[in-house]
């Protein structure tokens, strides 16, 4: 019984992952050039979801063998044990240069199966320069019936030259109705859905670990952020979040805080957080607040240094608060 159940709850996972993949207009456009026969021999796929994105790059995998879970292939590419589909790294390990040599020799033989080979590396943006640089050559011009797919969560790390030879695939963050969605169907009714959904900042896997329960850790941070009004306590709380793991639900939780507090200012409220947040600072500064940190939502996958990211939002918002209690 005990088995029968998490089979369930495994495949409404993945059921609610797959939805929003085939969704994605990155998907649709590799189902295009597949179906016309026009794939690339490389992709770059950009998601920023780092729990779902090797789950991700398979989906497109079985489109590029064109197979689907169910039948035998696909049931193996899933599994990562198809013999022609190799997934990297391998659990548990991290794709480095002696991984890379591998792989590079590997690619020099016939498919074992079929006519066609497919080389999936998750995670990229943790490749080293020197692993990057080994694969160069052989994303550029690989053996006649190799493709390559690589997925990373934020593309700073990855070499321009890495960037300029394949073809660039990027997963948006969902909107929330999206998001909410694909919570209720992986566990309907739950009480943080929604919650889940509007401070996950468009990334899935976030709002999955917000609704089991991190909701009241990203949302304590949020409030916190937002009680710093002068540089100097910004500046402590900027490095005192610069390690935290959910960053982006962080600053979605603060723009919505933004959003909440410049209402209760204008409507008023019961919420006594929200009055208290709506007192530290000017209705201007609030809604300039949300500009702010939706700009900082946008920015994030483009910026490797988290502290320095959060502290120039909260000196902006701080400036803008300063400059309207001076008129």
């Known amino acids: 019984m005990c088995g029968s159940i998490q089979t369930s709850r495994t495949a409404r996972k993945g059921a609610a ?33 780092g729990a779902n994105l090797r789950e991700a790059l398979k989906i497109f995998a079985l489109k590029y063998f064109s197979t689907a879970a169910e039948e035998r292939c696909g049931g193996q590419i899933m ?28 690619s020099a033989m016939r498919p074992t199966v079929g006519e066609k080979k497919l080389y999936i590396i998750s995670s990229f943006e943790d490749c080293s320069p020197i692993v990057q640089n080994k694969l160069l050559k052989v994303i550029e011009e690989p053996p006649a019936g190799v493709g390559f797919i690589l997925g990373a969560t934020t593309l700073s790390p990855v070499l321009s030259t890495i960037l300029s030879r394949v073809r660039l695939l990027e997963i948006a963050p969902f ?13 309907p009714g739950r009480e943080l859905n929604r919650l889940a959904a509007e401070s996950c900042g468009g990334v899935f896997g976030d709002a999955v670990a917000l609704a089991a329960g991190q909701f009241s850790e990203i949302h304590a941070a949020a409030a916190e952020i937002l009680s710093a009004t002068d540089a100097a306590k910004a500046g402590a709380l900027s490095l005192k979040y610069a390690d935290t793991k959910l960053k982006k639900p962080v600053i979605a939780e603060i723009q919505r805080l933004c959003y909440r507090a410049a209402r209760t200012s204008v409507c008023g409220g019961a919420d006594s957080e929200e009055k208290k947040i709506a007192a530290a600072w000017s209705l201007p500064a609030l809604i300039k607040g949300a500009e702010i940190y939706g700009g900082a939502l946008r920015d994030i996958k483009f910026n490797a240094y988290y502290s320095a990211l959060l502290y120039g939002a909260m000196l902006s918002m701080i400036e803008e608060n300063t400059r309207w209690q001076k008129l």
């Open 175 to 187: 909107t929330q109705q999206q998001i909410f969605e694909a919570l209720e169907r992986r566990q």
């Open 79 to 106: 599994r990562e044990v198809y013999p022609d589909c190799k997934i990297y790294p391998e659990p548990g390990k991290k794709f480095n240069a002696e991984a890379a040599v591998a792989l590079i020799e590997d």
């Open 17 to 49: 992952v797959e939805i929003l993949i085939k969704n994605s207009t990155a998907y649709k456009i590799f189902c295009r050039e597949a179906d016309a026969g026009r794939l690339a021999h490389a992709y770059m796929l950009s998601f920023e979801d």
